[in-house]
């Protein structure tokens, strides 16, 4: 009898792929004796080489050796070597729907992500928007498994265990948690404007923060250049605070060290999604977004969001559209205040 095995495709952003961890885990945990291959970009490697045995990684680099039809056509052959019996498609874009028509002229079983295209639009929508929520990312990547045949049941609390989180794996000045100190995160980016709060006013949230609590300890995390040079910047200024991106120099390391925090702050962006997944409380910061699109990390409460309410709000799926008024009053109607009295409620 031929061996189950189950293709899942997703690409996109690391935020996107990260919120397929908790289902992909339920998945292994449930189905041992299916086969799992997640193809995904290089960069996702290690949110997936942790987990049950049955689950493999392929990676794609879409760019270079997979760019464009004559890419995507040897993709397709190299994965049809790989004796697949259904496939997943957790993206439904331009390149994972060709992929998908292969496959189904092909005759292999295939389901795809509903991304509820119409609920998002009307969310958006400027004139008679509908405030409601969508189903999150992860009940829509669920359903697309039940659709094969594997109907799954959410249960994740964290990428590590115990053993793996060892804070004995990190660096020296990062190893050690002393008792009575607080380790807070902080990723002040994102990847669009509408997203993003100021940097200015994150560093006033960091100066209340320390006033608070004198003996904490704040971890700045952030990966490109322009950022690591901004967040060297807000270092120099505390001494308190270290750089933990450029110090650690890896996502699993930067994984370990999530999992030892009290609380992180996050935009709605990859980092919220990362210390999601070890199971760390997290106060997101939302402007041009809204938790209602179905993005909100995984575990982690809407009461530990800060947001304002504006008609107009949300006014984009991913932050990615030019405010129509102008001034990004979803963000810059954020005081600094808001966000360390969420992050208060949590340490107390």
Known sequence: MKTEH??????????????????VYSLARQYPEVRITML???????????????????????????????????????????????????????????LRMRFNFDRYRVAHLDKHRMQRRQL???????????????????????????????????????????????????????????????????????????LSQM??????????????????????????????????????CVNASAALGGMMKELVLMSHLDVMISMDSANMHLASLVATPVVSVWGATHPYAGFMGWGQSEDNAVQIDLPCRPCSIYGNKVCRRGDYACLTGIQPLDIVEKVDRILK
Not at 159 to 171: D, K, R
């Open 6 to 23: 189950i293709l899942i495709i997703r690409f996109s952003a690391l935020g996107d792929v990260a919120m397929t961890v908790p289902v």
């Open 40 to 98: 995904s970009k290089p960069f996702a490697r290690p949110l997936f080489e942790n987990m049950a045995p049955n689950v493999g990684f392929m990676e794609a680099d879409l760019t270079n050796e997979y760019h464009g039809l004559k890419g995507l056509n040897a993709l397709y052959r190299r994965l049809t070597a790989k004796n697949f019996t259904a496939i997943a498609d957790l993206h439904n874009v331009i390149r994972s729907d060709y």
């Open 124 to 198: 958006v929508s400027y004139n008679n928007k509908v405030f409601e929520p969508i189903p999150s990312a992860f009940d829509n990547y669920a359903k697309v498994f039940e659709q094969l045949g594997y109907p799954v049941h959410l249960e994740f609390t964290s990428l590590l265990t115990p053993e793996q989180a060892g804070l004995s794996q990190l660096p020296e000045g990062y190893n050690i948690k002393k008792p009575f100190q607080q380790w807070i995160g902080i990723a002040p980016f994102a990847a669009h404007r509408g997203k993003a709060y100021s």
């Open 203 to 240: 560093e006033k949230v960091m100066t209340e923060l320390t006033r608070r609590h004198p003996s904490c300890r704040i971890f700045l995390f952030g990966g490109g250049t322009i950022e690591k040079q901004q967040l060297d910047d807000l270092v120099s200024r505390h001494a308190n």
